[in-house]
T-cell receptor
Framework: QKEVEQNSGPLSVPEGAIASLNCTYS??????FFWYRQYSGKSPELIMF????GDKEDGRFTAQLNKASQYVSLLIRDSQPSDSATYLCAVNPRQGAQKLVFGQGTRLTINP | GAGVSQSPRYKVAKRGQDVALRCDPI?????LFWYQQALGQGPEFLTY????????KSGLPSDRFFAERPEGSVSTLKIQRTQQEDSAVYLC???????????FGPGTRLTVT
């Protein structure tokens, strides 16, 4: 089992709809969780981070964390074609270990 | 201010050559990370520095890989006797402290022929 798992997609969503991206992780001691967006040929760009159970909203983006289920998700409201990218889920596996463990990414396409 | 910068952006090496990849972190960021990203995969951790101290090098795939950050700022990742499987994008990231989020540079795309 991979430490961080994401559906590779592609996930296709119509413009204006909600895109839902999901991620599961195996280390129950994981402390912090990150979503990065990566356009083709570019480097990862931090979108959101979340440390506590529940929801965290930032503009059109909402991160959701459920530590009991070892599940983190990213919702994108009012999806735009510019949101088309690969979304990487990253987990800091335990306190004091600062490396990020990434999933393989979900490729999202927003159709006009 | 300026973000993380990396050079060169592209490097083509013949198998067996040595290469050196440079990372200049965001000013004031004490933590610096190197990751390797193969095509279609997420980045994989290589090594981590806190100032000039290399605190974790568990992700370096072989003893051909070596990283340094002698003055706690610029870092160099060196790969000796490159092999085709070393072809990947090498990403550098920095953070203000060990507890903060990481910001990535543009990466160096290494192609070994």
């Amino acid at each position: 089992q991979k430490e961080v798992e994401q559906n590779s997609g592609p996930l296709s969503v119509p413009e204006g709809a909600i895109a839902s991206l999901n991620c599961t992780y195996s280390d129950r001691g994981s402390q912090s969780f990150f979503w990065y967006r990566q356009y083709s040929g570019k480097s990862p760009e931090l979108i959101m981070f979340i440390y506590s159970n529940g929801d965290k909203e930032d503009g059109r983006f909402t991160a959701q964390l459920n530590k009991a289920s070892q599940y983190v998700s990213l919702l994108i409201r009012d999806s735009q074609p510019s949101d088309s990218a690969t979304y990487l889920c990253a987990v800091n596996p335990r306190q004091g270990a600062q490396k990020l463990v990434f999933g393989q990414g979900t490729r999202l396409t927003i159709n006009p | 201010g300026a973000g993380v910068s990396q050079s060169p952006r592209y490097k083509v090496a013949k198998r067996g050559q040595d290469v050196a990849l440079r990372c200049d972190p965001i000013s004031g960021h004490v933590s610096l990370f190197w990751y390797q990203q193969a095509l279609g995969q997420g980045p994989e951790f290589l090594t981590y520095f806190q100032n000039e101290a290399q605190l974790d090098k568990s992700g370096l795939p072989s003893d051909r890989f070596f990283a340094e950050r002698p003055e706690g700022s610029v870092s160099t990742l060196k790969i000796q006797r490159t092999q085709q499987e070393d072809s990947a994008v090498y990403l550098c990231a920095s953070s203000f402290s060990i507890w903060d989020e990481q910001y990535f540079g543009p990466g160096t795309r290494l192609t070994v022929t």
